[in-house]
């Protein structure tokens, strides 16, 4: 497939916001009642925009973007892990901030790594099995439904490896619970943006991808 430059602005979009979210994760913020990390603005984005790269250009490109995004948000950490160890310059007085803000614990960075791949990957390709299924219909079910598979896998994972142990483990099941909602809702009160950009990205670049016979192995990217 010739790579188009709608195609690259998807791409890009999705990069920086999986990237942004892991900058501001570490700020916790209200709404009503819950506590939530700051990343919950920005990172459903990221489902979001997997759903519309799955939906339209199908599973293998959305494949080997989960993969780039994973490999920017390496480059991301260890550039960060390398400036904390640098020596700070006589001038520079915040040295403890940045590591307090910018320097996640080993456990938490496994956690984010291992539930994102999961995550996007299952998001990803329940959406392709639902659009071979429903024919291609349905969008809100098959972009909620992954959703609900995808966010309820992440959202799982990276709470558990990082904060199991260290919460009750009634308080942690509420907190896994109340992220999945607030996740989920977020992507079905933003269904009549999807339904718009996938049906402008299908008629401008003239396709709609159904991934019959694709193998669906997460780690054959080539």
Not at 125 to 153: E, N
Not at 164 to 192: D, F, Q, R
Request: charged fraction near 15%; aromatic fraction near 12%; include cysteine.
């Amino acid at each position: 497939m010739t790579v188009s430059h709608r195609f690259v602005v998807v791409v890009a979009l999705f990069v920086t916001c999986l990237i942004t979210a892991n900058f501001i994760i570490v700020k916790q913020i209200s709404i009503g009642n819950l506590v939530l990390p700051a990343a919950i603005i920005i990172f459903p984005l990221s489902y979001i925009i997997g759903d519309i790269l799955t939906e339209v250009y199908g599973y293998q490109q959305a494949r080997r973007v989960i993969w780039l995004g994973f490999v920017c948000n390496l480059i991301a950490v260890v550039a960060i892990w390398v400036g904390k160890i640098l020596p700070a310059a006589p001038v520079f007085e915040a040295q403890s901030a940045y590591e307090r803000i910018l320097g996640s614990t080993p456990r938490f960075l496994l956690a984010s790594f291992v539930a994102y791949l999961a995550g996007e990957f299952a998001n990803s390709f329940v959406l392709a099995k639902m659009k071979i299924r429903t024919r291609g219909r349905w969008l809100w079910m098959r972009t909620i439904g992954s959703t609900l598979v995808g966010q309820g896998i992440d959202t799982l994972i990276v709470l558990t490896i990082a904060f199991a142990g260290v919460l009750p483990l009634s308080v942690l099941g509420n907190m896994i619970l109340s992220h999945w909602l607030v996740k989920t809702a977020y992507e079905a009160v933003a269904t009549p943006l999807t339904y718009g950009v996938v049906g402008y990205l299908k008629r401008k670049e003239g396709i709609d991808v159904y991934d019959y016979g694709v193998d669906f192995n997460p780690l054959r990217v080539s």
